[in-house]
């Protein structure tokens, strides 16, 4: 096929798929039940299509597949860029008064799963399975705590160290761990509420029907975004998406920066580092510093809030349907054990967390707070939100305010953030010990700044 046939034919297949997921969504009562984003159950679909067709010697035409596995790494620059854009940014003194024991607690459960995922591969994996590199304990948190769109946007980091395969076990402990929020957060639900530990009384089986068939209501549809600026000039979208592209463009001349400085430096760990640093978290450095232009110099406030998630949020839905749909089962299956073994792990950290460490670390509505975080470090913000609305359905515990505030300080930096993006560099330089020395650091530090607020309530 011609190079604008297989850009045709890659685009429309995964419109069908995203179509074809949500149509699932809808319309199967045990999706519904699961709570699985449609982009999760159209990427799930076309794994499956691929991997049937290549079973039958009949492989979709390479051109096609070659796409979708590169869209993953374009577009998470394009969720990055807009995580800020269109925000009143607060001061950090706000952020701290408001979602200090939010951000901490985070900060500890995000951390953890390095301590764990490096931890169990240094004690266990690499010696049951000493051709894995040191990079596999990292697969934990870039899955968990990053989610696809993370997983998907450091395939080049994975490939830049001889580990391709990374890519495919990162998209993997995504998907698993979406799920596994999904599944072990209703039980965590379950179990607070007949402990009593839940503000308010409210169970999965009470949340109404249109929730678990992702429709809103006619009557309680909301705005996507408002338009600001005249359609005789321009359209609004069109400035918004160059907006965004202006962000991007200032990430890439961070990277340029990045590199230059490495080799004026001239450490070769500093180069090597400085080449294999991934461009997303710098196009959200560039959108921050648009933002804070925007909101100082800009009276006419052009930038919509709105406006701006719905590019986030389509670009996100897209990359996650092509990112599961590319998976190389093949390498799984090679190092299947050792995989489980960390999601298992991984899965009872949070699990932990929740249990013992929240009610002695957070204040009121410990439980509320924490089943938020669980949801956020092993899906994404929107599973931590749907787990916070079965518990907390009119959001009148400070849980929600807590969350959304920590995630301001905490999305640069864990989310798939500086320190996300800069741990596998690491591992592959260094090795395990030194990454996981510095996490277990982090999280001593964050426990006693916990427990310090803790006792000043």
Not at 302 to 315: E, V
Not at 358 to 387: C, H, K, Y
Request: charged share 15%; glycine share 10%; proline share 5%.
């Amino acid at each position: 096929m011609k190079p604008v046939e297989i850009a045709v034919v890659s685009f429309t297949s995964l419109c069908m798929l995203v179509w074809i997921g949500h149509m699932i969504r809808m319309k199967i009562r045990l999706m519904g039940k699961l709570y699985l984003p449609s982009s999760v159950i159209a990427g799930l679909i076309g794994l499956a299509i691929v991997q049937c067709c290549r079973a039958a010697g009949a492989p979709l035409p390479a051109g096609v597949t070659t796409v979708w596995g590169k869209l993953p790494g374009f577009l998470i620059n394009i969720v990055f860029a807009c995580l800020f854009l269109g925000m009143a940014i607060p001061g950090v003194k706000t952020i701290w008064r408001r979602a200090g024991p939010q951000l901490a607690y985070g900060q500890i459960v995000a951390w953890g799963q390095y301590v764990v995922g490096v931890g169990l591969f240094l004690a266990i994996i690499t010696w049951m399975y000493p051709e894995l590199p040191a990079m596999f304990g990292g697969v934990l948190p870039v899955g968990f705590e990053g989610g696809h769109g993370t997983a998907g946007g450091m395939t080049q980091v994975f490939a830049d160290y001889n580990w391709a395969a990374g890519k495919d076990f990162a998209l993997a402990c995504a998907t698993a761990g979406i799920i596994s929020a999904v599944l072990v957060g209703m039980m965590l639900v379950n179990w607070a509420a007949r402990k009593g530990y839940t503000t308010r009384k409210q169970n999965p089986e009470d949340v109404p029907e249109d929730d678990s068939i992702a429709v809103i209501p006619v009557e309680r549809r909301p705005e996507a975004g408002k338009l600001t600026i005249s359609s005789n000039a321009l359209e609004t979208l069109s400035f918004q998406l160059a907006v965004v592209g202006i962000a991007i463009a200032i990430g890439w001349a961070g990277k340029q920066g990045m590199l230059a400085a490495g080799q004026a430096w001239g450490n070769d760990t500093v180069i090597q580092l400085a080449k294999s640093f991934p461009l997303f978290p710098l196009c959200m450095l560039g959108g921050l510093l648009v933002q804070v232009v925007e909101n100082r110099f800009d009276n006419h406030k052009l930038i919509d809030y709105g406006l701006m998630k719905r590019i986030q949020n389509a670009a996100l839905d897209f990359l996650v349907v092509a990112a599961i749909a590319t998976i190389r089962i093949e390498a799984i299956a090679e190092g299947l054990v050792p995989f489980a073994m960390l999601v298992v792990a991984g899965v009872a950290w949070n699990v932990f967390c929740v249990m013992f460490l929240a009610r002695r670390l957070l204040p009121d509505a410990w439980f509320e707070r924490s089943i938020a975080e669980m949801g956020q470090s092993m899906g994404v913000t929107a599973t931590g939100l749907l787990l916070l609305r079965v518990v907390d359905p009119d959001y009148e515990t400070p849980a929600a305010d807590a969350f959304a505030y920590k995630q301001i300080l905490h999305e640069p930096f864990m989310g798939g953030g500086l320190w996300t993006s800069a741990a596998i560099p690491l591992l592959a330089i260094w090795g395990g010990w030194q990454v996981f020395a510095i996490a277990a650091g982090a999280v001593i530090i964050w426990f006693i700044v916990a427990s310090l607020m803790r006792a000043r309530s």
